[in-house]
C-alpha cells in the first residue's frame, strides 16, 4: 500500500516547471529569465505551466499521465505575433521532452515521457491579448 501513496507526490507541473524555468533554450526563447511561472504574468511573452485537462491516471498505481498545458502569453499590446508564439510554446515543449533523459534527484518523480496531447492551440484572451496553449501528456512517477 505504500508506494501507491507515493503517487499522490508526484506533481508534474511542479517538475515541469521547475525544469523548463531553468532550461536555457526557454530562457532565450521568451527574451530573459524569469519568464516562466504557473500564472500570467509580465514580463512578456511569458510562460505559464499549468494543470492539463485530461491525462491517463490509469490504475493510480506507479506511473500515471497527467497533462501538464504550456500558455505562451504575448503583451497585452499584441505582440509578438502568433508565429513568434508558436515557436515559443515548440522550442518549451522540445525542452520538456528533454526531462526523460536527465538524472533525476533521489526521492524525486521520474519522467519517462513527455508527448503532446493534441494541436497547439492559438487562444488569445477576451481583451485580444495573445495567447499559445499546447499541452504534453507527461508519464511520471515515484
Same mark, same amino acid.
Given at each position: 500500500?505504500?508506494?501507491?501513496?507515493?503517487?499522490?507526490?508526484?506533481?508534474?507541473?511542479?517538475?515541469?516547471?521547475?525544469?523548463?524555468?531553468?532550461?536555457?533554450?526557454?530562457?532565450?526563447?521568451?527574451?530573459?529569465?524569469?519568464?516562466?511561472?504557473?500564472?500570467p504574468e509580465a514580463p512578456w511573452p511569458h510562460l505559464a505551466v499549468t494543470p492539463g485537462a485530461s491525462g491517463d491516471m490509469r490504475s493510480l498505481e506507479? #506511473?500515471?499521465? $497527467?497533462?501538464?498545458?504550456?500558455?505562451?502569453?504575448?503583451? @497585452?499590446? =499584441?505582440?509578438?505575433?502568433? +508565429?513568434? /508564439?508558436?515557436?515559443?510554446?515548440?522550442?518549451?515543449?522540445?525542452?520538456?521532452?528533454?526531462?526523460?533523459?536527465? #538524472?533525476?534527484? $533521489?526521492?524525486?518523480?521520474?519522467?519517462?515521457?513527455?508527448? @503532446?496531447? =493534441?494541436?497547439?492551440?492559438? +487562444?488569445? /484572451?477576451?481583451?485580444?491579448?495573445?495567447?499559445?496553449?499546447?499541452?504534453?501528456?507527461?508519464?511520471?512517477?515515484?
Open positions: 500500500m505504500g508506494i501507491a501513496y507515493e503517487v499522490a507526490d508526484t506533481d508534474p507541473v511542479a517538475v515541469v516547471l521547475a525544469w523548463l524555468s531553468e532550461h536555457p533554450k526557454v530562457t532565450e526563447a521568451l527574451g530573459g529569465a524569469g519568464r516562466v511561472s504557473g500564472i506507479w #506511473a500515471t499521465q $497527467p497533462e501538464v498545458t504550456l500558455e505562451v502569453y504575448g503583451d @497585452p499590446g =499584441g505582440w509578438p505575433g502568433r +508565429a513568434a /508564439l508558436r515557436r515559443i510554446a515548440l522550442v518549451c515543449a522540445l525542452a520538456a521532452r528533454e526531462l526523460t533523459e536527465a #538524472a533525476g534527484e $533521489p526521492g524525486a518523480p521520474v519522467v519517462s515521457s513527455v508527448r @503532446p496531447s =493534441g494541436v497547439l492551440i492559438d +487562444a488569445p /484572451l477576451a481583451d485580444g491579448q495573445p495567447r499559445t496553449l499546447f499541452g504534453l501528456l507527461v508519464t511520471i512517477h515515484p
